[in-house]
Every structure is written in structure tokens, then in C-alpha cells.
């Protein structure tokens, strides 16, 4: 998980000053911090590499790997296009042959539907469709042929069983060889229903197969119907009964990647009734969650404030409303979040509001990208070099304060800076 965090953080940064303009950074400036981030990504992929494939992760404290989610190398996989992205061909070529002679999907493991979705399944397809630009052979009938493609769509179809419910809205977990465990929780996370709409639209698209699209729309649509009478979704929900099960409502951890996806489904798909749906939820959360451009968490069906806490998860949202035109609020929201990050030097998982600090035993900075995700949606809308400031803080904080000699670890503990120019304390997981 960490170096998917990585990936993602080192593509959005490195988008950042590949684009930059600012008359703060001079060209010198941006080459250099390319190059820094190139080496960065390189340290964390080669330490995989040497210490940890075919693991699914790299263990950076101890220099060796673990399987976390089905022994698929997923490291691989979730480099893949980060690997484009920095002009080595040679290197996604010889990756996707690897992933094309060694996974194999028909085991005995207990997979997420949510993970391996978003990170096999959409992995596998990214890899398929930049296949062209990395100069791989392409199969005739190209984007709807190729070898990358048939194992997305293997992965997809191990997921099927998990939407066999009487709402249509899936299990958390299936096995990948016998379906969904008889003794399987109903009970899922909201983002665990309604993250499939991308890869399981473009696998459809792409395989001529609607069955994958419909399952994904189906779950969306169950979801709908369970909103509050005010317009808001809980945190976790029964997918047999439909009925709410943690009752908390707001943009973070459990419900974050669901509106993300129907913003960025609306888009990829031109679709008018994920664009609706989102809309009516951005107004609910407008009314009901937010406060001084903060997002708190409420109760859904009251709007009562539950929890007066930032969960770094939330850091996307910025992002999201850069995507729908909102810049002015996107900007206000973001800088807050910013304000944090320069306060510990990362974004806390917890960060309560009122008393300005993080929450007891929520100090910890796994490295999440969602902030340096959202500064790279918003530099590229506004140019803004406020943002550019942003993405050399993090090129700097990370080296700082989680490097270590295989790879990047998590950072356990983040106190506040203050007024010093180095970090107080920082303990590493």
C-alpha cells in the first residue's frame, strides 16, 4: 500500500513541476526537482525490486516484503504507468511481460473487492490502454485486444460474486477461487459499493461484455435510494437489508472514493446521471457538512455534528471541486488543508479542528497522495504557484522525514513544527 501511495504521490508531483510556469521557479529549479523525484521513485522501486518481489509490498524497516492482497507483485502493477510517465519504456515492457507470466488469479485467497478493483483491475487497465505510447507490440483490434486487457478482465470477473445480493450492492471481500465466503459480513464501507463505475465501465467498453457496467451502475443506483431524508450517505451499510449501519456522513475515510468516482465517471462516460447525482450530494454536504471551508463529519439524518475532525483522506476533495469548475471554494479548502501540512510537515490522519492538533493515536502520515493529488488538479486549472510551493514541500518533507535505506517508511508519530525550521520528532514505523 505504501508504494502505491508513493506512485501516486511521485506522478502527481512530478506532473506538477513538469507543467510549471510560476515565475518563482526557474527552470533550473523545475529540472532539479524532476530529477529529485525521478531518484526518489527509483530508491523506493529499486528497494522493492532487490528486498521484496514477488511480494505484493516492500517492508522498507526491514528490508524485506509481505502479501497483503493476494500475492498478485502488486507493487509492480501500481507502478506501472508511474514508470511511463518517467520515460522508461524499457522498464513497463519488461514489468508487463513479468505480470503477464506469473500472476495467476485462480487461488485460494481472501481478496478486497474495493483494493483489488481499484489497484489490479484499474492497474491492469491503465497498463493496457498506455501499452501503444510505451512502444509495446500491439495486438490487431487494439484497445479491445491485448494481454493486459484479458487479465484486468479475469480479476474483474473474480470480483462478479460479491455483487450477488439481494440490493445488488457487493461484499467487502470474496475468495478468488470459491465466491464469497458462506460466513461473509454484510456489512461494507460506502466507497466499497460505489467504487467500481471506471474500471468496471472501461472493461465493458473495451471486452464488449455489459455485464461488468452493470453491476457497477446497479450498486450506484442501490445506493441512491438509501440517502437521508436531508441528502446525505452514512459511513457503512448492510448490503442485504440496505439499512445504515454507521450513521456518521462526510467526504473522508468510507465514503471518500464514491463521489470521487461519480465525478470522474460522469466525465470519462459523458454521463448525465452520475453528474446529477454528485450534484445534489455536493449541495447536501454544502448545507449540512461544511463550516468555514472545513468538512466535518454529521449524523446523516440530523446534520448534527458528530466529529469536528480533517481525516487526510479528505484532502481530495480540493481536487474534485477543481474538476466540476469550483476553483474559488477548491482554492479556500485547500489552503486550509495546506495550513496543516506546513504546521506537521505531512497531514496527521487526524487533525481536530477546533483545537488546532492532531487526534490522540490518529498521528500518524502513511504518505497519502490525496493532497499533492488535489495541488496537481488545481495547478494545472489555476497556475497558481502557491501550488508549486506545495509540491516542493513535499518532495522535501518526504526525504526528511521518511527515508530510510529501503525505501520510504510511515511516519508513526508528526508533532507540530511551530516556529523551528526542523522537525521536533518523528518516529517511523
Known amino acids: 500500500m505504501l508504494m502505491k501511495y508513493l506512485c501516486t504521490a511521485f506522478f502527481c508531483v512530478f506532473l506538477i513541476v513538469n507543467h510549471a510556469t510560476g515565475k518563482e521557479f526557474t527552470e533550473?529549479?523545475?529540472?532539479?526537482?524532476?530529477?529529485r523525484i525521478k531518484s526518489m521513485f527509483y530508491h523506493a522501486y529499486n528497494s522493492y525490486l532487490e528486498n521484496a518481489y514477488p511480494y505484493d509490498e516492500l517492508r522498507p524497516l526491514t528490508c524485506d516484503g509481505q502479501d497483503t492482497w493476494g500475492s498478485f507483485s502488486l507493487t509492480l502493477i501500481d507502478a506501472l504507468d508511474t514508470l511511463l510517465i518517467l520515460g522508461n519504456k524499457t522498464e513497463f515492457q519488461r514489468v508487463a511481460s513479468v505480470l503477464q507470466e506469473n500472476i495467476n488469479f485462480d487461488s485460494d485467497v481472501n481478496a478486497s473487492v474495493f483494493e483489488?478493483?481499484?489497484?489490479?483491475?484499474?492497474?491492469?487497465?491503465?497498463?493496457?490502454?498506455?501499452?501503444?505510447?510505451?512502444?509495446?507490440?500491439?495486438?490487431?483490434?487494439?484497445?479491445c485486444s491485448g494481454p493486459l486487457l484479458r487479465m484486468a478482465e479475469e480479476a474483474a470477473r473474480k470480483l462478479l460474486p460479491?455483487?450477488?445480493t439481494p440490493t445488488?450492492?457487493?461484499?467487502?471481500?470474496?475468495?478468488?477461487?470459491?465466491?464469497?465466503?458462506?460466513?461473509?459480513?454484510?456489512?461494507?464501507?460506502?466507497?466499497?459499493?460505489?467504487?467500481?463505475?471506471?474500471?468496471?465501465?472501461?472493461?465493458?467498453?473495451?471486452?464488449?461484455?455489459?455485464?461488468?457496467?452493470?453491476?457497477a451502475r446497479k450498486a450506484l443506483r442501490e445506493l441512491w435510494k438509501t440517502r437521508s431524508d436531508i441528502g446525505l450517505v452514512g459511513n457503512h451499510i448492510d448490503v442485504i437489508s440496505s439499512k445504515w449501519v454507521?450513521?456518521?456522513?462526510?467526504?473522508?475515510?468510507?465514503?471518500?472514493?464514491?463521489?470521487?468516482?461519480?465525478?470522474?465517471?460522469?466525465?470519462?462516460?459523458?454521463d448525465e446521471e452520475l453528474h446529477s447525482m454528485f450534484l445534489e450530494y455536493d449541495k447536501a454536504i454544502?448545507?449540512?457538512?461544511?463550516y468555514d471551508d472545513w468538512y466535518f463529519w454529521v449524523q446523516m439524518h440530523k446534520g448534527t455534528v458528530s466529529m469536528p475532525v480533517f481525516q487526510s483522506l479528505e484532502a481530495f476533495w480540493p481536487g474534485l471541486q477543481s474538476l466540476i469548475g469550483d476553483?474559488?471554494?477548491?482554492?479556500?479548502?485547500?489552503?486550509?488543508?495546506?495550513?496543516v501540512w506546513k504546521q506537521f510537515g505531512g497531514l496527521p490522519e487526524f487533525y481536530s479542528i477546533p483545537q488546532g492538533y492532531t487526534v490522540d493515536k490518529r498521528e500518524g502520515y502513511p504518505l497519502r497522495p490525496e493532497l499533492i493529488e488535489s495541488a496537481m488538479y488545481l495547478y494545472r486549472a489555476t497556475a497558481d504557484p502557491t501550488l508549486l510551493q506545495l509540491g516542493r514541500d513535499?518532495?522535501?518533507?518526504?526525504?526528511?522525514?521518511?527515508?530510510?535505506?529501503?525505501?520510504?517508511?510511515?511516519?508513526?508519530?508528526?508533532?507540530?513544527?511551530?516556529?523551528?525550521?526542523?522537525?521536533?520528532?518523528?518516529?517511523?514505523?
Open 286 to 290: 454544502r448545507n449540512y457538512t461544511k
Open 394 to 429: 513535499v518532495v522535501e518533507s518526504i526525504e526528511k522525514i521518511s527515508r530510510v535505506d529501503c525505501g520510504f517508511a510511515t511516519v508513526k508519530q508528526l508533532l507540530s513544527r511551530g516556529a523551528e525550521p526542523a522537525f521536533l520528532s518523528t518516529l517511523l514505523q
Open 28 to 35: 533550473h529549479d523545475m529540472a532539479h526537482y524532476r530529477e
Open 116 to 143: 483489488t478493483n481499484i489497484r489490479v483491475v484499474g492497474g491492469l487497465l491503465s497498463a493496457h490502454l498506455l501499452s501503444k505510447k510505451a512502444g509495446m507490440e500491439l495486438e490487431a483490434g487494439w484497445p
Open 246 to 270: 454507521a450513521q456518521d456522513a462526510g467526504i473522508g475515510a468510507g465514503v471518500d472514493s464514491y463521489f470521487e468516482y461519480l465525478v470522474k465517471g460522469a466525465i470519462l462516460l459523458q
Open 162 to 164: 460479491a455483487f450477488q
Open 168 to 215: 445488488g450492492m457487493p461484499y467487502g471481500t470474496v475468495n478468488l477461487l470459491r465466491g464469497v465466503n458462506p460466513t461473509e459480513t454484510p456489512v461494507t464501507c460506502t466507497a466499497g459499493v460505489g467504487t467500481f463505475i471506471l474500471e468496471f465501465s472501461t472493461l465493458s467498453r473495451l471486452t464488449g461484455d455489459p455485464v461488468f457496467e452493470k453491476v
Open 327 to 339: 476553483l474559488d471554494s477548491a482554492m479556500k479548502t485547500f489552503l486550509n488543508y495546506y495550513t
